[in-house]
């Protein structure tokens, strides 16, 4: 073969390899994006979408393995056509509405299973793409530097990772998204079915002698029981501190909008960098770093740097790097000659799903809290004195590391058994009721608080547990709403229940219907909070996603309905679109008041709504409230009503603030809408 040849092969194999990482990482977020709105917009739901392309990614990498030790190359390929002729019939990549949920199914179950029907065999086989490519190559292009193939796909996983949220989803809708993706991947079947044929046409044995002409240092050692477990334990680690950190910063930290993007990024790029070359990553250089980040965030996790968004943002992303670039570095150090790549591969993929499955789904399940970090800390000093057990110092070292992160992760537990009245988790995150006391016991107040987001307090003394607190004062938006529609029989939906803080402005006659996708939160403002017990109205609770509650529902004739559900990055945004709305019209009174709350620190939402009010034919207004002299919280409600004459109460008039509007902004709908477009 000559160099035109070969060139041009290389070129082929390239940019198969190209496009199935690109598409692997772009239909991540895509198809997390059809169904978040399904299931109440939770963090959880992106942990569990990632818990399936992990495993599904680990399934496509033991088909690659096996079929290449076990088949000939006519039978390889073949198999691997007809799979992917197959896969077209799952094309165009759009979720079938029949798999919402109806309120009382496990999520996590659901969303698994909605995901095999949905994506299951294109996402499998793109999955395969990376090792049986490589494996292919060491059998067609003897000599070549196969490993960098793998730098190469996860370089295209990153750019698919950070193109998606910056270039494509604000310029196109969801299903042009699916159409696209779907056209590409037509592209893809026929790349990676021109490759099947070459390697059909051209494929040698790989001996050994020929397996040393690519990597000679790797060609004189057969991987061991203990080589395995290492690839395994590394690739866990590196996995677990990704998911885990993830959660510490987005969920306790700060929710911040596309926060979680930071930590991803890391991760793959330095997979790229201990991949491409053995330059990167000096052991020399990298252990003493990584030794001091363990034990700084290890330490943060007690409070102070560990959860000041100034600091403990670039402290624990700084760390990632560190503990990433250990544990991938040592496993590109770990790899072995070509004609075992595949295992090598698998037991990588393994090791990712094993610490996504960990943190992802057992976590939620077995811990009240977020203490997998802390164990996270344990785990890869442990695992540097398995790697080191035969140096001098590092293995005392790393021992020593892991006791303290032990110690600390102790006290991290200690403190927050101290400071929480009560803690729990679920796959909606994690709740707890704190009990604040202050000088004055007539300020003492019991807080429910999902992450770093407050969601309402009660006044422990008697005489004021009846009074409204946080974002629901008398002049918040939501307070000058219900105080000016019909004084009696009035009806009053709420989406998000929190608290029940609402219940305290319930007379005798009124209904307060409150909507809430997480049981523990019923159960807590039942059990932790008197709101609705002593409130005067009928209360009533509706378990399950609130939009889709509304939709089967007969119509309501709210006075008010309340739309409460927005927290940092936590946006449901199928409850803020043109489609959500007209729902909600559906269950209004002719002079009824729709209140969206859309008090936020990092994205301008008022602009939405009114946006979408406008395009309805609806009148808006924006209620700011500074409660000054008030242990009421700075909050902002967009009031949206058919009739003007429901928002021109004089004391509504007077505190009507005007919307600055955003240049570009398109109508939200369910099928288009971004939140990069409204970052303050």
């Known amino acids: 073969m000559n160099s035109a040849q070969k060139s041009m092969t290389m070129a082929l194999f390239a940019v198969t390899i190209f496009s199935s990482a690109f598409l692997l990482f772009l239909v991540q977020p895509l198809i997390s994006k059809h169904i978040l709105p399904w299931f109440g917009g939770s963090a959880a739901v992106w942990a569990t979408c990632m818990v399936f392309f992990q495993v599904v990614l680990l399934a496509g ?101 950070v193109s998606y949220p910056f270039l494509i989803e604000p310029r196109t809708s969801l299903h042009l998204q699916a159409y696209a993706w779907s056209d590409v991947y037509a592209l893809f ?56 950190i993830t959660n510490h910063i987005t969920q306790n930290i700060a929710a911040i909008p596309f926060l979680w993007l930071l930590p991803l990024t890391i991760y793959l790029l330095t997979f790229v960098l201990c991949f491409e070359s053995d330059r990167w990553y000096v052991r020399s250089r990298f252990l003493m770093p990584t030794a001091a980040f363990i034990i700084t965030c290890a330490y943060g996790l007690q409070g102070g740097i560990g959860y000041n968004v100034k600091t403990a943002i670039p402290l624990y992303a700084v760390g990632l790097f560190f503990f990433c670039m250990f544990s991938h570095g040592e496993l590109a150090q770990m790899r072995p000659a070509p004609r075992y790549l595949t295992r090598f591969y698998l037991m990588i993929s393994l090791g990712g799903a ?240 729709i209140a969206f709350h859309v008090t936020n620190t990092f994205l301008s939402l008022a602009p939405v709504v009114q946006k979408i009010a406008a395009d309805q034919g609806l009148q808006s207004v924006l209620i700011h409230d500074e409660a000054k002299n008030s242990p009421l919280r700075k909050t902002d409600w967009v009031l949206i009503a058919k009739d003007k004459r429901a928002l021109q109460p004089g004391p509504i008039r007077e505190a009507t603030s005007s919307i600055k509007p955003l240049f570009g902004l398109a109508t939200w709908t369910d099928d288009f809408n971004n939140l990069f477009d409204v970052l303050k």
């Open 354 to 593: 094993l610490g996504g499955i960990m943190v992802g789904l057992v976590a939620p399940r077995v811990l009240p809290a977020y203490y997998e970090l802390g164990i996270g800390f344990i785990i890869i000093a442990l695992l540097a004195l398995s790697l080191f057990r035969e140096r001098k110092l590092l293995p005392a070292g790393a021992a020593c590391i892991a006791l303290l992160c032990g110690y600390f992760l102790f006290a991290q537990i200690s403190d927050d058994l101290k400071d929480a009245r009560k803690m729990e988790r679920s796959f909606y995150g994690t709740l707890l009721i704190l009990d604040k006391n202050y000088d004055n016991p007539a300020d003492n107040i019991r807080e429910l608080h999902h992450g770093s987001v407050n969601h309402g307090g009660q006044y422990l003394a008697p005489d004021r547990r009846f009074e409204p607190t946080t974002y629901y004062g008398p002049t918040a938006g939501i307070g000058l709403a219900i105080a000016h529609t019909r004084s009696q029989d009035k009806k009053v939906g709420v989406i998000g229940l929190g608290a029940g803080t609402l219940a305290v402005y319930g007379q005798p006659g009124d209904i307060y219907r409150f909507y809430e996708i997480n049981p523990q939160v019923i159960e807590l403002a039942r059990s932790e909070f008197t709101f609705i017990s002593d409130s005067k109205a009928r209360i009533e609770i509706v378990q399950g996603d609130a939009r889709l509650s509304l939709e089967k529902e007969k119509p309501q004739r709210f006075d008010v309905l309340a739309v409460d559900a927005f927290s940092g990055d936590s946006v449901p945004i199928h409850l803020i679109t043109r489609e959500a709305v007209a729902i909600y019209l559906r269950h209004m009174n002719p002079d009824g008041i």
């Open 61 to 161: 990498y033991a088909y690659s393995d096996w079929i290449t030790r076990h088949l000939k190359p006519l039978y390889q390929v073949t198999l691997h056509v007809s799979l992917l002729a197959v896969s077209l019939v799952f094309l165009p990549i759009i979720p079938d509405p029949a798999w919402k949920p109806s309120g009382t199914e496990d999520p996590a179950l659901l969303i698994l299973v909605l995901l095999v029907s949905t994506i299951g065999l294109p996402y499998f086989l793109i999955s395969t793409t990376g090792p049986l490519i490589q494996a292919w190559v060491t059998r067609t292009l003897i000599g070549t530097h196969v490993y960098r193939f793998f730098a190469l796909s996860n370089l295209a996983s990153l750019l698919a990772l």
């Open 189 to 244: 079947a026929l790349l990676c079915t021109a490759s099947a044929f070459y390697f059909f046409r051209h494929a040698r044995v790989l001996t050994a002698e020929a397996s040393a002409l690519s990597h000679k240092h790797e060609s004189g050692w057969k991987p061991r029981l203990r080589d395995y477990l290492s690839w395994l334990g590394l690739s866990a680690t590196g996995s677990w501190l990704l998911i885990a």
